[in-house]
């Protein structure tokens, strides 16, 4: 039995009241969007009626899926580019660039949103204005990307640390290639990093409200940007319906993601 | 016939920025035989490792040669050098099992599917895993985890095989049983070990050849007997076993034998290895070829100030009149008892030839 | 050596190009672009001019003099103290928290970290939105008051500083958790167990013991509340309803409405201005620790 020690009254009524906190509007939205009343704050009965009307409304389909085609490509780029810099940053001793680099990595992480949004929508005003670089829904892709690597970078270089360096000497001393040695020894162990990188950059792309809307134009709307103009144009039982689906998307990447990055994890 | 592996003036500097450079090996040159069981002995930091790593080809050398069967292989990558590496701790390839972890190799030189199959048998074989070829490494304990390395390293037939610490990670009682079976498998696959170890007993007991390392530089390269019984220098007789070092002076010198001062009445007979009446040596006294004894008329004799019980001997710091103290090991009498005790009065008995006049 | 050092830069080539184009490529237009005249349509017209960092205190009156004019002041005094505060709230709600969970039985810790990582991976925009129903006139408490015979409006804090200061400490509240925590965890809880065997009582070992270990947490978190709080966008916007601006919701505004690039651009650099210093204070009081890991 534990001592008394290091114990002080009325922490867990603490903690718990913390939880409550943290879940509680949560826990409303998601009660809202099944209200089957109009007026959202009256309980009127159990509907899926608003994620009917979501669905049948025009719009938000085509915010789904450039949501879902932003971040699909922004985490298979950023995930590459970050398995890349982790192996030179985990495994190339001595590198003279090794800080430089990894500060420039995890710049996007310090710069303030709305910072890097405007900048960027400059960026990209002038790009198209000097010499015509305009790819629509790219120009989105391409900033997503930007502060994905960081997430990605992070829980690869994480598994990388962890992992036996030993294992591609291993590998190296029983005739494998460089190539082959990563292909079927470090890439197969990192997998789980690899994956926990994807689902945080997966969830940053799709969450992303602040960058996306400054740089969005017509018909390159994703769904936040998209929630947000719902906001603007009053509280419907709609927007409660689109953010439970948002909710419950990212809760479950991020169960995959807690699930796969455990210490104990295989 | 040549040699299996030959080191000709190998150097390895360390650089690291901020920091002098680190001489890992200096000018080192070695050559071991075919079908030899090769041990590399020494404390951490002695440059062991970095010669092994540098046969394997991990790391390549600033100066001199790595010949392989006569052929240079110093700066080749370690997947064009048939050579074959068991590391401390093991390596395997966690997301494989047993049989894939030993075909790995193989598959890697692409050879046919069957040879492969053939190869991971008897390779598993040799170590009696045979029944465990479809586990994942992380079901298997310590030793069975050793064995599947060094069937994995084994199953592409290597000229060479490294051997990295790789009993240091088992606890006493099986690496006691592991030395016996390292060289079983050493003897009946005919393979050339090279074997790296701080453990003296470890080399001692396994070894064709032992070459003491230390500071990046061979001190001394011989059999376990000439290691043992005729270490060269300070360093070899202080690194294996114990050792009494005592300073004196050659009193007399005839026949290839000299006469060595060590305390006003403590006289040491040793073979003369070309000292001169009036020279200042040094000895190297193994704490076992000293005998106590009553401390009759003639014999140095001094004081015992402690004793040691350590079971089947025990060991005894004696200090001798006039000064110097030296430490004896005696076996303990049938019923286990001490013969000595702290303050007793003795004497001390060192036959000739028993202490060794070391170089330098 | 070289060919090594050579591979490696090739490694990490891919996210400097990316990062250096499309990252810090824009943030240095954007310290060019607020040294530039504004363009009425959008966008600047290339001339020097440091115009927009005087408009942060004066305005220009019709003869050309300046005049002291604090509105943009009064915003980054918001700012700041609306982040100072946030930052506190987290730090007081949290620690106890942070420590509860780090005295758990390990499975049941995992458990209540994934609850914590959820709602901090969740979209920050819906997490805020969810607060308005709460907080609003005929939201969920007002909708409660009514029915036991409260007016209507008796619970409304929409656009009001704590309905910001409470989306705030809501939006950060993970970050300040999830570092201290980190710190926590790593205590060797056998030095409380000392200090207590050396006299201390358990108010003392909480202050002399466990808050000292858990400082690099301290640090960390205050950091990563701080930032993102004092270029908040979205609580101020949701919550203050754009009368209760910060410095994110001005800088926004700027890009958004009033379309002048050089404004909006300063204040963004005197924002970057604001996270450099805090992320120098970091550097000082937490030595040798490095930057935060981020995210989780």
């Known amino acids: 039995m534990r001592s008394h020690v290091g114990q002080y009254p009325g922490l867990r009524i603490w903690a718990a009241l913390f939880f409550v906190f943290l879940y509680a509007p949560m826990v409303v939205l998601i009660s809202y969007s099944f209200n089957t009343n109009k007026l959202a704050m009256i309980w009127g009965g159990f509907s899926v009626r608003w994620y009917e009307k979501l669905f049948t409304t025009g719009g938000i389909a085509d915010a789904a899926f450039n949501s879902l085609v932003v971040a699909v490509i922004a985490t298979t780029v950023a995930v590459v580019i970050a398995i890349a810099a982790a192996l030179v940053l985990v495994r190339q001793r001595p590198f003279g660039g090794a800080g430089i680099s990894t500060a420039l990595i995890s710049m996007p992480l310090i710069v303030p949103e709305i910072v890097t949004a405007v900048a960027t929508l400059m960026f990209f005003v002038i790009a198209k204005a000097a010499i015509g670089f305009d790819f629509g829904i790219g120009n989105i892709v391409l900033a997503h990307i930007v502060f994905c690597i960081p997430f990605a970078f992070m829980p690869i270089r994480a598994r990388l640390s962890d992992m036996d360096g030993t294992m591609e000497q291993a590998a190296r001393d029983l005739y494998a290639t460089p190539w082959q040695a990563f292909r079927y020894v470090t890439l197969p162990i990192l997998m789980p990093g690899v994956i926990a990188g994807a689902m945080l950059s997966f969830v940053i792309s799709l969450d992303d409200f602040i960058i996306t809307q400054m740089i969005s134009g017509p018909g390159t709307t994703t769904l936040p940007v998209y929630i947000y103009s719902m906001i603007r144009n009053g509280i419907t039982p709609e927007v409660n319906a689109a953010s439970t689906i948002l909710i419950a998307a990212s809760t479950v990447l991020v169960t995959i993601y807690w699930y796969v990055s455990r210490p104990n994890a295989k | 016939m040549k040699p299996a592996v ?73 997947d064009k050098r ?106 009946e696959t005919g393979i050339t070990f ?39 220098n300070r360093f070899v007789a202080d690194f294996i076993g114990d050792s009494n070092f005592l300073d004196g002076a050659v009193v007399k010198t005839a026949k290839g034998g000299a006469l060595i001062k060590v305390a006003p009445n403590f006289l040491i007979e040793t073979s003369a290895a070309g000292a001169a009446k009036g020279d200042k040596v040094s000895l190297a006294l193994r704490p076992e ?72 | 050596m070289q060919r090594t ?73 918001r700012s700041v103290g609306l982040a100072a505060i946030t930052t506190a709230l987290c730090l007081i709600v949290g ?17 209540l970290i994934l609850l914590i990582t959820i709602p901090f991976w969740t979209n920050l925009l819906i997490r805020t939105y969810a607060w308005i129903l709460i907080l609003t006139r005929n939201g969920v408490v007002d909708a409660r008051l009514q029915s036991v015979g409260f007016e209507a409006g008796t619970f409304d804090l929409l656009y009001t500083n704590t309905a910001v200061l409470i989306g705030l400490v809501y939006s950060y509240l993970p970050f300040m958790v999830l570092p201290l925590y980190a710190s926590l965890e790593k205590m060797d809880f056998r030095l409380a167990e000392a200090a207590s065997d050396l006299y201390a009582n358990r108010w003392r070992v909480a202050w002399e013991v466990i808050l000292p270990l858990a400082k690099p947490g301290i640090v960390a978190g205050c950091l990563l509340v701080f930032v993102p709080s004092i270029g908040a966008f979205i609580a101020p916007d949701l919550l203050g309803g754009g009368k209760r601006m910060m410095l994110g919701s001005l800088i926004y505004f700027q890009f958004a409405t009033a379309r002048n690039w050089p404004f909006g651009a300063a204040v963004s650099i005197l924002l970057m201005a604001f996270v450099m210093l805090a992320l120098l204070v970091y550097a000082r009081v937490n030595k040798g620790q490095g930057l935060p890991a981020g995210g989780h």
Not at chain 2, 115 to 120: A, F, L, M, N, Q
Not at chain 2, 142 to 161: D, E, S, T, Y
């Open chain 3, 95 to 111: 620690l106890p928290v942070a420590y509860f969970i780090a005295r758990q039985p390990e499975s049941r810790r995992d458990v």
């Open chain 3, 5 to 77: 050092q050579i591979s490696a830069w090739l490694g990490v080539a891919p996210a400097w190009f990316v990062i250096g184009i499309f990252g810090v490529l824009p943030m240095l237009i954007m310290l060019g672009i607020s040294f530039m005249v504004a363009d009425p349509y959008g966008g600047v017209e290339p001339a020097y001019s440091h115009e927009a960092y005087i408009q942060f205190l004066f305005e220009r009156d019709l003869d050309d003099s300046l005049i002291f004019n604090p509105i943009y002041l009064n915003i980054v005094l």
């Open chain 2, 82 to 187: 048939p050579v074959n590496t068991v590391f401390q701790h093991y390596a395997l390839f966690p997301h494989m099992t047993v049989a894939q972890n030993v075909a790995f190799g193989l598959r890697m030189l692409k050879r046919p599917q069957a040879e492969i199959g053939d190869s991971v048998r008897q390779a598993l074989a040799l170590v009696k895993m045979e029944a465990y070829g479809a586990r994942r490494p992380s079901q298997l304990s310590g030793g069975q985890q050793q064995r599947v390395a060094f069937a994995r390293a084994i199953a592409p037939h290597p000229k060479v095989l490294l051997l990295d610490e790789p009993l240091s990670a088992l606890d006493l009682k099986l690496r006691q049983a592991m030395r016996l079976e390292l060289k079983r498998l050493q003897r």
């Open chain 2, 6 to 78: 030959e080191a000709k003036s190998v150097s390895k500097i360390y650089e690291t920025a901020g920091h002098a450079p680190v001489k890992a090996l200096d000018n080192v040159s070695l050559a071991i035989a075919e079908n030899e069981f090769f041990t590399l002995l020494g404390p951490s930091g002695c440059g062991k490792t970095t010669l092994l790593r540098l046969i394997a080809g991990f790391e390549f050398p600033n100066g001199g040669h790595i010949l392989l069967q006569g052929q240079d292989i110093a700066h080749l990558p370690p």
């Open chain 2, 289 to 360: 070829k000293i005998t106590l004894a009553q401390p009759v008329k003639g014999l140095p004799r001094g004081v015992v100030r402690e004793a040691v019980y350590i079971g089947n001997s025990t060991t005894y710091m004696v200090e001798i009149d006039g000064g110097i103290g030296v430490t004896v090991r005696e076996s303990n009498s049938l019923s286990g008892q001490s013969h000595f005790a702290v303050g007793d009065r003795v004497g001390v008995v060192v036959e000739a030839g028993a202490a060794r006049l070391l170089a330098g």
């Open chain 2, 194 to 232: 090279i074997f790296v170890t701080h453990d003296q007993e470890e080399a001692l007991t396994m070894s064709d050849r032992i070459a003491v390392m230390s500071a990046g530089h061979v001190q001394q390269v011989g059999e376990p007997l000439a290691i043992y019984e005729s270490p060269v």
